[in-house]
T-cell receptor
Framework: GQQVMQIPQYQHVQEGEDFTTYCNSS?????IQWYKQRPGGHPVFLIQ?????EVKKQKRLTFQFGEAKKNSSLHITATQTTDVGTYFC????????FGAGTQVVVTP | DGGITQSPKYLFRKEGQNVTLSCEQN?????MYWYRQDPGQGLRLIYY???????QKGDIAEGYSVSREKKESFPLTVTSAQKNPTAFYLC???????????FGPGTRLTVT
């Protein structure tokens, strides 16, 4: 069936560094959403991208939707300890399909 | 205060027993969903409902059942037929299919 792949599965980041997590699909998506789940918590919606090539920013977070609408990325600059958690992308082909997530660990 | 509530937060059951997890929302959302999350894993869709009295199987519906008699409520029953029921169960809702989903705090079910 249709799947969305997220890489990397784990990301260890030094506080202050930047990192990027990627979400890839073999088929064209109608939209893509990003969620964050803190340890022990539940997923919280961050953003939705709909248009080809769309770029949206939320403070230190930059979200991008690929030109072919088959991939997306989340880039975090100057990582802080509050960025700890698992980031999920969720792709829509009519119903939402969540990726396996990127677990982010931040070392001070 | 609008949101989604799930109860209980922790649930323990003996193998062979059916158990029902509660999910209530006061967001006036039409669509509701149940997901299962295993340690270090993503979210897998169990069932979803886009309207009262109608629901659809997700990717892992075997061993589970749901009902949607009211817009606000979407309870999930984990039956004894579910082979590995121990997991974190998350309920979510959205105003329509494909829209942003709002998640409840989850129920951690342990079956021994």
């Amino acid at each position: 069936g249709q799947q969305v792949m997220q890489i990397p599965q784990y990301q260890h980041v030094q506080e202050g560094e930047d990192f990027t997590t990627y979400c890839n699909s073999s088929t064209t998506l109608s939209n893509i959403q990003w969620y964050k789940q803190r340890p022990g918590g539940h997923p919280v919606f961050l953003i939705q991208l709909v248009k080809s090539g769309e770029v949206k920013k939320q403070k230190r977070l930059t979200f991008q939707f690929g030109e072919a609408k088959k991939n997306s990325s989340l880039h975090i600059t100057a990582t802080q300890t509050t960025d700890v958690g698992t980031y999920f992308c969720a792709a829509s082909w009519g119903k939402l399909q969540f990726g396996a997530g990127t677990q982010v660990v931040v070392t001070p | 205060d609008g949101g989604i509530t799930q109860s209980p937060k922790y649930l323990f059951r003996k193998e062979g027993q059916n158990v029902t997890l509660s999910c209530e929302q006061n967001l006036n959302h039409d669509a509701m969903y149940w997901y299962r999350q295993d340690p270090g894993q993503g979210l897998r869709l169990i069932y979803y409902s886009q309207i009262v009295n109608d629901f659809q199987k997700g990717d892992i519906a075997e061993g589970y059942s749901v009902s949607r008699e009211k817009k606000e409520s979407f309870p999930l029953t984990v039956t004894s037929a579910q082979k590995n029921p121990t997991a974190f169960y998350l309920c979510a809702s959205s105003s329509a299919r494909d829209y942003e989903q709002y998640f409840g705090p989850g129920t951690r079910l342990t079956v021994t």
